[in-house]
């Protein structure tokens, strides 16, 4: 009987020392969470549609605006820790640094006393960080334990700081767990990817070795042994040395950790680990988009356009799909501000003009050139074409999407003019380049379920004359396709003007099939006219030629599958129709 006693008790000890106390990432319907609060200066905090600490959006964000000096603490609820010493607490965050001092940290209190701060920083910019902290003082053990976030300082020095996936748990004797499976969400076929992985050591023990090993779509194991001292509260970076060559279709890889310290960790449901990736049947260039959150009354605005932006666009200005957002501050705001730009500030967590995102992500770097470069390398998984024609006011947009992958996304067509000069506001410009006017159908997009090789065109009308648009003859057309979770950008295609779009048919009598080709394409004409074959960036493929005998076989089977332009050509007209080779 005692024996039996002394093993429960042994069970009901070891559970409490091994059980997670908190998993909070401010995905409720409350902020701050049910059981959570904020001491002072509650309006500086919220939560966040963003990603911007890592996680998945929504986030904790602490803001400058309104302005304060002094402390502010988003504070946990209290944990009765009687007879656990020690805790751990992890998280993720990130820091917009503005520029001067504060400090940002976490404390803990019991009894509702004086705080401790167990760990601080002060300001700097930091990008996607985890955090361990082990925690064990004067407040653990106690039966109404606390942690808090805090901010200390002049508010106007920070932009934001983000928090997500907080978790609290007590912390067990061994621990090695896996964080996060480091391979992109997409890649293309035939290339050797390497599998890099994230370890955490959550235990009050050293790990001096272990087995790691994965497998694709569960084949057989690729298992390798490490011997590495990984201290605890650290993390750990490993790739494996064996990496995969990649199939195209959707996989799933699983990592599974195993023999730690020559046998098991006492938490082992962290030791498996498993993430989806697609394989693109193909890659393409990549259009790079530019979005920018501004407005005509914010002083700085104007000095990131003219010393910025400007420059910038001067030497790319058809490198890139570029759309700018007028916002409604800082007081008045901007006349040309719309609530669709406004819901777009919202996807992105936006709180500060002026913020540019560039493929989806926030441009933190202080060269732009860069940045436009390392987005123009990264590879593209489809082909996109668009184009528009006027009516009077009435605009008429389409893109045709030619996917290498499979998955759901989403689609948007904007509407921009290329210059606007009736919103001058207080900040001393005086023009406005590539200002949304609409999005189709709204700023929503349109959820498109694609699969690899299998095209989808979209198509909106709208009446400008109930938009902000100075000048007609002035728009040009973007076009985007948006992983909603991640927020990359997977593609753009930027239409400048309406003269160049494809597939306005001027010529009424040319037969072109089958369109999607799978390599001969059959034009037939009743008048003289010449052709030739472009690629989407309007590159010259197959110089221009004469069309003989009123007919002419076009071969392309030479050419990857992807979206090509035919140029038609007489005495009078030059017509673009869309070719799929598929």
């Not at 907080?166 to 391979?183: M, N, Q, R, W």
């Not at 200005?317 to 007028?326: C, G, P, S, T, W």
């Not at 500060?352 to 436009?372: C, Q, W």
Request: glycine share 6%.
């Amino acid at each position: 009987m005692k024996k039996i006693i002394l093993v429960l008790l042994i069970i009901l000890f070891n559970s409490k020392i091994y059980s997670q106390l908190l998993d909070e990432d401010f995905s409720g319907t409350n902020f701050p969470p049910i059981d959570w609060s904020i001491d002072d200066h509650s309006g500086n905090w919220s939560r966040n549609n963003s990603n911007f600490a890592g996680g998945t959006a929504p986030e904790a964000m602490f803001s400058w605006n309104p302005q304060f000096n002094g402390d502010s603490r988003l504070i946990s609820p209290a944990f009765d820790l009687t007879g656990t010493n020690t805790v751990t607490l992890t998280f993720k965050h990130s820091i917009d640094h503005y520029g001067g001092a504060y400090t940002v940290g976490v404390a803990t209190r019991s009894g509702n006393g004086s705080w401790n701060t167990v760990w601080s920083m002060q300001g700097t910019e930091v990008i996607e960080e985890d955090k361990i902290l082990t925690i064990s003082n004067s407040d653990t053990g106690q039966s109404d334990f606390q942690f808090c976030f805090f901010f200390s300082g002049n508010s106007y020095n920070i932009n934001f700081w983000l928090i997500d996936n907080v978790k609290l748990f007590s912390t067990p004797s061994l621990d090695l767990a896996i964080s996060s499976i480091e391979i992109p969400d997409y890649t293309g076929a035939n290339q050797s990817l390497s599998i890099p992985v994230k370890l955490f050591n959550l235990g009050q023990n050293d790990i001096n070795s272990f087995d790691i090993s994965y497998a694709v779509d569960g084949n057989s194991n690729i298992t390798e042994n490490v011997n590495a001292t990984i201290h605890a509260g650290d993390i750990y970076s490993f790739t494996f040395a064996t990496p995969i060559t990649t199939v195209s279709g959707n996989h799933q890889i699983e990592v599974n950790i195993s023999n730690i310290n020559g046998g098991n960790d006492d938490v082992t449901a962290n030791n498996v680990l498993t993430k989806n990736f697609d394989v693109a049947s193909q890659v393409v260039s990549n259009f790079p988009l530019f979005e920018e959150f501004t407005s005509s009354t914010c002083s700085p605005c104007a000095n990131f356009n003219s010393s910025v932006m400007g420059p910038f666009m001067n030497n790319h200005q058809n490198d890139v799909a570029l759309i700018k957002y007028q916002m409604n501050w800082p007081s008045p705001g901007d006349d040309y501000y719309t609530a669709e730009g406004g819901e777009r500030r919202v996807f992105y967590g936006v709180g500060a003009v002026p913020t540019l995102f560039i493929g989806g992500k926030e441009f933190s770097s202080s060269d732009i050139n860069t940045s436009y470069t390392d987005e123009s390398n990264e590879n593209a998984f489809m082909d996109m074409a668009a184009q528009f024609s006027m009516q009077g006011s009435e605009i008429t947009a389409s893109v045709t999407i030619n996917p290498y992958i499979t998955g759901n996304f989403v689609a948007h067509i904007v509407v921009i003019e290329k210059e606007t000069t009736g919103n001058v506001g207080s900040n001393g410009e005086t023009s406005f380049q590539h200002v949304m006017m609409k999005m189709l159908p709204d700023a929503n997009g349109t959820s498109v379920n694609l699969t690899d090789g299998t095209p989808t065109t979209l198509t909106y009308t709208y009446d400008m004359d109930n938009t902000h648009v100075e000048e007609l003859s002035d728009l040009a057309v973007v076009a985007f396709v948006q992983n909603p979770t991640n927020k990359d950008i997977l593609q753009s295609v930027y239409v400048p003007n309406s003269s160049a779009a494809v597939n306005e048919f001027v010529f009424k009598n040319i037969k072109v099939y089958p369109n999607p080709t799978s390599g001969k394409i059959f034009l037939e004409s009743q008048e003289k006219i010449n052709y030739a074959i472009l690629n989407i960036d309007g590159k010259v493929i197959k110089p221009e030629k004469y069309i003989t005998n009123n007919n002419e076989i076009i071969d392309i089977s030479h050419l990857p599958n992807g979206i090509y332009l035919l140029k038609l050509v007489n005495a009078q007209h030059t017509e673009y129709r869309k070719i799929i080779k598929k």
